[in-house]
């Protein structure tokens, strides 16, 4: 299984680095902000919660591009008494997710606006702080990019981006079965072009 | 082994919860003796529904029709019939310490033994308990079937698990025990020259106690007629302190008052001092020295009569107890308490394994409040006396006896006399029993606030998105005169209590996230006044999970289910 992941990342890789070759320009971004789950059960246990993402936009020829990257959510929230109980039981909340996308870009230098679709490999774990019980688990969900960079420098921009995920899980307790994790993320960072 | 044990324990909880209840017979019907092993023959009883009257050591007495027998054939259980035609009969179940007891029932009537040291006995015609000699302990079969109450065992109890402190409220009380009114009480008893059942000295000897109950000012005092041996009758006398927070939840504390001495001089002169003129008067002096003090929980003194006979007055108090859905929460049975083969005499406690906290609880009483030394013999085949027929009915029940095997060479003679007795171990042994009725019956005292009512247990379940947690939730109502409350728990049934909380709760309810999954656990809530003194325990609760997820009665469930769904 692990042979197969790195197989697939050095795969990854030499096709990025074949692409970047032939690649117009490349952009990385580095952003932080808040996510708002679209799943009420998510809402009610964790709330919403904070991400920092990373990302490599490489845009082609007319306007497409791929973009790839890194994004971690954490989040702290406490058990639910499903029937009246008192008693406190905090949870923590981890979702790493690295996104593969399809964007297109539109705009000037000084303002370019990227719409991206993909999918997202998520890997998450639940944890109870005080109890021996722990669940995580990963999957595949599609995701939506708007991100928008504003020129402040030759290279550097602001950065913002508005994202949406879906992560049915397939699994669930007693609040509820397949629990969707995904939901809304508005970023605020920077990016810089390489090239 | 340990593993099989449980799951046929297991098996058999199942098959008692589920299976028929004893059929009723018809046609001819046989006395029939069951080997208890294999440990599945249990279940197969409980599922066929056979009538079994005793639980002995080996094995299980039963009468059962041909379709019983048919039944029992084919689901090849193995049995001896020990007589075909049991119709107006009665069958004792006899202790014999030889062939030459054998054979002197065999001489008098027919009987079979069943396992050593024990005989079934009868006779063709009229009352075989009169045929029996004197020397020889005896109990008729009980009325109905014993069998919905050979469940599973608990585990065995820790050895000195009780962790209870004296209790210095208890103390006073176990100091008023007087040493003058026990022999007095044995010699008023003892002046009626015989207490043979079947004789008028013996109804004479039972209105003297009914009179010297009605003057202690107890609640309620009466006499309980019953027929026995050939349509006899004889009267037990019954009387009762209720309970101020839990009237129906009762303590029994128990002697047979009736007698006996060989057959030549039974009805003219059996004095039955030790046997049982002492438990009597030790039963009698509990009710003069609880009398005035308020309990929490109901104490029923009882006097029983046709003991001798074979437990017939104590076979039909239960009977009738479990009849009417009496909730009994133990019984202390005091026969024969005041003769001393050795000095220091030490008390023995015998219990069978559903009442051996009792035996605990009375060893540390003894300690607490008498210096008195016991013995705990857990042996369920031990059935000659007035505990047995509680067990048979399914309540606890304990047998407090100087030896045993007995060593008093009067037993049963013209010569049981108070001369005999002694005095300083009779006065122990019965502020070891006051002492432990009172810390059961728990007395009210002034400036504590109530002891709790109306715990009662629910699930509480916390949830996250991938796990569950389900936990015991304790609740009880909150009072007015308390500022906390405190819950105490243990795995072992009236034994070492465990506090849960720091601190004292300020709400009426409590999770207990701690308890394990597949357990039986016990509890009580104490309440904390604003002065800091605590309650008296409430009745104690118990919280089970049967294998799986099936609970038993409304207050259980399975305490602990986590992981994904």
């Known amino acids: ?88 039981f905090p949870l923590s909340f981890t979702r790493t997710t690295v996104p593969l996308l399809v964007f297109y870009e539109l705009g000037s230098k000084a303002v370019t606006v990227r719409l991206g679709a993909g999918a997202g490999f998520h890997s998450y774990r639940e944890s109870w702080q005080t109890v021996d019980l722990e669940f995580s688990d990963s999957k595949v969900g599609p995701r939506l990019v708007l991100a928008v960079s504003a020129a402040i420098f030759a290279r550097l921009s602001l950065y913002a981006s508005a994202t949406y995920d879906s992560i049915p899980s397939g699994a669930g307790a007693a609040l509820g079965t397949n629990i969707d994790l995904g939901g809304f993320q508005v970023l605020g960072g920077l990016a810089y072009r390489i090239f | 082994m340990k593993r099989t044990s449980v799951l046929l324990a297991l098996a058999l909880a199942c098959v008692l919860a589920l299976g028929p209840a004893p059929r009723a017979v018809s046609g001819r ?75 002197s029932l065999r001489a008098a009537g027919r009987a079979v033994a069943v396992e050593p040291g024990t005989a079934v006995f009868w006779t063709e015609a009229g009352s075989p308990a009169e045929s029996v000699p004197a020397r020889l302990p005896r ?159 109901t104490v029923r003194f009882i006097a029983f009569s046709a003991e001798e006979w074979g437990l017939y007055g104590s076979r039909a108090h239960a009977s009738a107890a479990r009849a009417a859905g009496e909730r009994i929460l133990g019984v202390i049975n005091l026969d024969m308490i005041a003769y001393a083969n050795a000095v220091p005499e030490d008390l023995e406690y015998i219990v069978n394994e559903d009442s051996a906290w009792l035996a605990e609880l009375f060893l540390a009483a003894g300690g607490h409040y008498a210096a008195l030394a016991g013995r705990k013999t857990v042996d369920a085949s031990i059935i000659y006396s007035d505990h047995s027929p509680f067990w048979d009915q399914g309540y606890p029940a304990l047998l407090a006896i100087e030896d045993y095997p007995l060593n008093n060479p009067y037993y049963h003679q013209t010569s049981d006399t108070l001369d005999k007795l002694d005095t300083g171990f009779f006065t122990s042994a019965t502020r070891a029993s006051v002492g432990l009725l009172a810390e059961l019956a728990q007395p009210v005292r002034e400036g504590y606030p109530r002891t709790p009512v109306g715990l009662a247990a629910g699930s509480v379940v916390y949830s996250s998105l991938f796990n569950s947690l389900r ?61 800091g003194l605590e309650s008296n325990r409430s009745r104690e609760l118990e919280v089970a999970a049967e294998a799986g997820s099936a609970v038993r009665a409304s207050t259980v469930f399975t305490p602990l289910l986590r992981g994904p769904r």
Request: proline fraction near 5%; include cysteine.
């Open chain 1, 1 to 88: 299984m692990r042979a197969r992941r790195v197989g697939a990342a050095l795969a990854l890789a030499v096709l990025g680095l074949a692409a970047a070759a032939t690649a117009q320009h490349l952009t990385v971004s580095l952003a932080a902000g808040g996510f708002s789950p679209s799943d009420a059960t998510y809402r009610q246990i964790y709330g919403n919660g904070m991400v920092i993402a990373g990302d490599a936009w490489l845009a082609f020829e007319k306007h497409f591009g791929l973009a790839v990257g890194f994004g971690r959510l954490s989040d702290d929230g406490l058990a639910v008494p499903v029937s009246g109980g008192e008693a406190s």
């Open chain 2, 29 to 103: 019907v046989a006395l029939v003796r069951i080997p208890k092993v294999p440990v599945s023959t249990m279940s197969v009883l409980a599922r066929l529904g056979i009538d079994v009257r005793q639980e002995l050591a080996t094995c299980l007495l039963a009468l059962a029709d041909q379709t019983d027998l048919d039944l029992l054939r084919r689901s090849g259980v193995r049995f001896t019939v020990l007589d075909r035609n049991t119709a107006r009969r009665e069958f004792l179940v006899v202790g014999t310490t030889g062939p030459g007891d054998l054979e």
């Open chain 2, 139 to 297: 109990k008729a079969l009980a009325p109905r079937s014993v069998l919905p109450y050979l469940r599973p065992r608990p585990s065995a109890i820790p050895a000195g698990g009780q962790a209870a402190v004296q209790d210095p409220f208890v103390e006073t009380i176990v100091a008023l025990v007087s040493s003058a009114d026990l022999t007095a009480g044995v010699q008023t008893l003892q002046d009626f020259q015989t207490r043979y059942a079947a004789t008028t000295n013996c109804d004479a000897a039972g209105e003297s106690l009914y009179s010297a109950f009605t003057a202690l000012g107890l609640d309620e005092v009466r006499f309980e007629p019953f027929t026995y041996s050939g349509g006899r009758t004889s009267r037990n006398v019954v009387a009762e302190k209720t309970g101020e927070t839990y009237p129906d939840d009762i303590y029994v504390i128990c002697a047979h008052y009736d007698s006996t001495s060989p057959s030549a001089t039974r009805e003219t002169l059996a004095p039955g001092a030790d046997d049982n003129a002492s438990g009597t008067a030790a039963v009698l002096e509990a009710a003069r020295v609880l009398a005035p003090f308020p309990l929490d929980f």
């Open chain 2, 471 to 531: 936990a015991i939730q304790l609740s009880w109502p909150a009072q007015s005169d308390a500022t906390g409350y405190n819950v105490y728990r243990t795995g072992f049934s009236h034994l070492s209590y465990v506090k849960l909380n720091d601190a004292p709760l300020a709400a009426a309810v409590f999770n207990d996230e701690t308890a394990a999954a597949d357990r039986t656990y016990y509890y009580v809530v104490t309440a904390v006044g604003s002065t």
